[in-house]
């Protein structure tokens, strides 16, 4: 049976080794109550691997690979991410210039349609999934 | 084929086992549901919000001294500002938004999905003694009047112990912890390094939000 993790892991190779970074860099600094220090890396709205990020890639066993679904060398930029046509649900941060951008791109357009049955199906499925131990009484 | 809908695809043929009055049975997520986990991965964990959450964090620290919201409060409070100048500093400084403010909640965040996954343990700690039926742990239930009734297991008397010092419901308590559950799920996966990568409130909205509930507990089953 498949599952979803090895899909994630196969399509974002680098991921892993990311958070194993922003743990080093962010959390455990945080969580130790130490300064954190993070070096230069913000360039026009892309976060470029320069000093200890670079690492992200340089871990990477499929650099290659990882180069390939991140666009650039050098240059990390997280997969550009319109929503997928999700109605009703944009709840943070909204940017106008990627939202017509999004409706620009067929191929970013993922939509469920009669959204009253899907609703109903979302509600049914809260009920009915539960898991073991956590309904006992 | 773009990423993507790749992984809108490969989800959508996946059969997940899950369990109803602890009998197991399988299942599919279907549109909705992949759509709502597509979101998930593709904007909010590694997406552009994840993008603007670690650049806006990285900035805060980069550039500490460069929050136009701070010094215009040292301006308001300077002795050098002229006293006709004051106010104009202090609503300008009431007005901005505040970088460091920004960080230090982002910090809060992952400092509470941290807290999240301590407590998560410490309860799943309790709850093994409660079905196990320890006799140190009957022994406190004993020792606090938290007595049984008829038909209550020893996990019964805890859960509503528990829930009647929280003022929680059957339902809130359970959403809670599908969303600690699932907070988990995705560490043990990939590490705290994924808590800065998490939208804000990453523990704490099932309970109010149902399709936010839906997301977390889709995670659960992915691993």
Same mark, same amino acid.
């Given at each position: 049976?498949? /599952?979803? &993790?090895?899909? @994630?892991? $196969?399509?974002?190779?680098?991921?892993?080794?990311?958070?194993?970074? *922003?743990?080093?860099? !962010?959390?455990?600094?945080?969580l130790a109550?130490?300064? @954190?220090?993070?070096?230069?890396?913000?360039?026009?709205?892309?976060?470029? +691997?320069?000093?200890?990020?670079? =690492?992200?890639?340089?871990?990477?066993?499929s650099r290659?690979? %990882?180069?390939?679904?991140?666009?650039?060398?050098?240059?990390?930029?997280?997969?550009?991410?319109?929503?997928?046509?999700?109605?009703?649900?944009?709840?943070?941060?909204?940017?106008?210039?990627?939202?017509?951008?999004?409706?620009?791109?067929?191929?970013?357009?993922?939509? $469920?349609?009669?959204?009253?049955?899907?609703?109903?199906?979302?509600?049914?499925? @809260?009920?009915?999934?539960?898991?073991?131990?956590?309904?006992?009484? | 084929?773009?990423?993507?809908?790749?992984?809108?695809?490969?989800?959508?043929?996946?059969?997940?086992?899950?369990?109803?009055?602890?009998?197991?049975? /399988?299942?599919?997520?279907?549109?909705?549901?992949?759509?709502?986990?597509?979101?998930? *991965?593709?904007s909010d964990?590694?997406?552009?919000?994840?993008?603007?959450?670690?650049? %806006?964090?990285?900035?805060?620290?980069?550039?500490?001294?460069?929050?136009?919201?701070?010094?215009?409060?040292?301006?308001? =409070?300077?002795?050098?500002?002229?006293?006709?100048?004051?106010?104009?500093?202090?609503?300008?400084?009431?007005?901005?938004?505040?970088?460091?403010?920004?960080?230090?909640?982002?910090?809060?965040?992952?400092?509470?999905?941290?807290?999240? *996954?301590?407590?998560?343990?410490?309860?799943?700690? /309790?709850?093994?003694?409660? !079905?196990? =039926?320890?006799?140190?742990?009957? %022994?406190?239930?004993?020792? &606090?009047? *938290?007595?049984?009734? %008829?038909?209550?297991?020893?996990?019964?008397?805890?859960? =509503?112990?528990?829930?009647?010092?929280?003022?929680?419901?059957?339902?809130?308590?359970?959403?809670?912890?599908?969303?600690?559950?699932?907070?988990?799920?995705?560490?043990?996966?990939?590490?705290?390094?994924?808590?800065?990568?998490?939208?804000?409130?990453?523990?704490?909205? &099932?309970?109010?939000?149902?399709?936010? +509930?839906?997301?977390?507990?889709?995670?659960?089953?992915?691993?």
């Amino acid at each position: 049976m498949e /599952r979803v &993790y090895p899909i @994630i892991h $196969e399509l974002f190779p680098w991921l892993k080794e990311f958070c194993t970074i *922003l743990d080093q860099y !962010i959390v455990s600094p945080l969580l130790a109550q130490k300064p @954190i220090t993070i070096p230069p890396m913000v360039e026009n709205d892309q976060i470029s +691997i320069q000093g200890s990020f670079q =690492k992200a890639i340089e871990l990477n066993n499929s650099r290659h690979e %990882a180069r390939q679904n991140i666009g650039e060398d050098q240059t990390l930029t997280l997969p550009p991410s319109p929503r997928v046509g999700h109605p009703n649900h944009d709840d943070e941060e909204t940017n106008s210039e990627d939202s017509d951008h999004e409706h620009d791109d067929p191929n970013h357009e993922i939509e $469920e349609t009669n959204s009253e049955d899907s609703d109903h199906e979302h509600n049914d499925l @809260i009920h009915e999934i539960e898991i073991d131990g956590y309904n006992e009484y | 084929m773009e990423l993507r809908t790749q992984f809108y695809r490969r989800i959508q043929q996946i059969d997940f086992i899950g369990t109803k009055s602890n009998k197991p049975f /399988r299942f599919q997520f279907h549109g909705p549901e992949v759509v709502e986990l597509t979101n998930f *991965l593709f904007s909010d964990l590694i997406g552009r919000k994840a993008r603007a959450r670690i650049t %806006a964090l990285l900035q805060s620290y980069t550039k500490p001294t460069s929050d136009p919201q701070e010094q215009a409060e040292t301006a308001e =409070k300077s002795r050098d500002t002229p006293d006709e100048f004051r106010n104009l500093f202090g609503t300008l400084s009431r007005a901005l938004p505040s970088a460091s403010k920004n960080r230090d909640s982002h910090m809060t965040y992952i400092h509470q999905m941290y807290n999240t *996954l301590a407590f998560l343990e410490d309860y799943n700690t /309790r709850r093994m003694q409660a !079905i196990n =039926k320890d006799e140190s742990f009957i %022994a406190i239930l004993d020792r &606090y009047g *938290l007595k049984a009734q %008829a038909g209550w297991s020893v996990l019964v008397r805890f859960l =509503k112990y528990f829930n009647q010092q929280i003022g929680w419901t059957k339902t809130e308590h359970r959403n809670f912890i599908q969303g600690a559950q699932a907070l988990s799920t995705l560490t043990d996966e990939f590490g705290h390094g994924i808590l800065v990568l998490l939208p804000p409130g990453s523990n704490r909205r &099932y309970v109010f939000n149902v399709k936010q +509930i839906q997301s977390r507990v889709i995670l659960m089953y992915l691993s």
